[in-house]
């Protein structure tokens, strides 16, 4: 594929995201700023997964502006009890729910029940207060979603495979388990995996194979 196309299908799939050095903060602020007028938050741990979420909500015809929804990049899960302490009231007033990755997953447990929003012992607790955990994040749950194959033919689509192909044969990572080789090759690009957020989620809806805890986040966020 030349350069010229592959570059305007990297474009496309970036549209209206801020793929830049600070993108995390840019999306926090533009989130915060529409917080007052919010009826539900939606909190995630960075901006590949807001891609990921708003993908899906579309996908499904839901428009979170229209529904007043808030998809927030918090910058890390981390970050989440310090952002809850920031929100105060509204945490008890809003509508939340959110994802974390499996290794974060007591972090966001300690965070809720610091924030008085419940006492979440176990997974299953945390579903019933609207977050949701990946295993072991959003994007391996992506990949099982749209399966091996599926994701080399979209690599394909967008000219990645040969670079794909070169990494599989680096001596770190011939042999090793496929999908741990296509996570590897999400992260080693620039911005790849913001690029990737939206096509994965595209590709995993059009086969109805939405991952279980995205899924259940958007039915859980629903009016």
């Known amino acids: 594929m030349e350069l010229a196309r592959r570059r305007e299908l990297a ?12 993108a995390t903060n840019r999306a926090l602020a533009g989130a915060q700023a529409r917080i007052a007028d919010a009826a539900g938050l939606i909190l995630v741990e960075g901006v590949s997964d807001q891609i990921a979420v708003e993908t899906a909500a579309a996908g499904r015809g839901r428009d979170l502006v229209a529904e007043r929804v808030v998809v927030v990049p918090i910058g890390g899960a ?7 302490t920031e929100l105060g ?5 809003l509508r939340l729910g959110g994802l974390c990755d499996v290794r974060e997953e007591e972090i966001f447990r300690r965070a809720l029940t ?5 006492s979440p012992g176990t997974r299953a607790d945390m579903a019933r207060l609207g977050f949701h955990v990946c295993v072991d994040d959003l994007e391996q749950e992506l990949l099982r979603a749209v399966g091996v194959t599926g994701v080399e033919a979209l690599f394909a689509s967008q000219g990645d495979l040969g670079s794909f192909r070169t990494l599989q044969g680096q001596p770190a990572w011939r042999g090793q388990d496929p999908e741990r080789q ?4 999400l992260r080693a690009g620039s911005h790849r995996n913001l690029r990737y957020a939206r096509l994965l989620t595209e590709a995993a809806l059009s086969t109805d194979a939405l991952p279980a805890p995205l899924a259940a986040l958007l039915d859980g966020t629903a009016d």
């Open 11 to 22: 474009r496309r799939a970036l549209d209206g995201y801020d793929s830049g050095p600070d």
């Open 78 to 84: 981390h970050a989440i009890g310090r952002f809850l």
């Open 89 to 93: 009231p509204l945490a008890t007033r």
């Open 114 to 118: 610091a924030a008085g929003l419940g």
């Open 182 to 185: 296509l996570w590897r090759f």
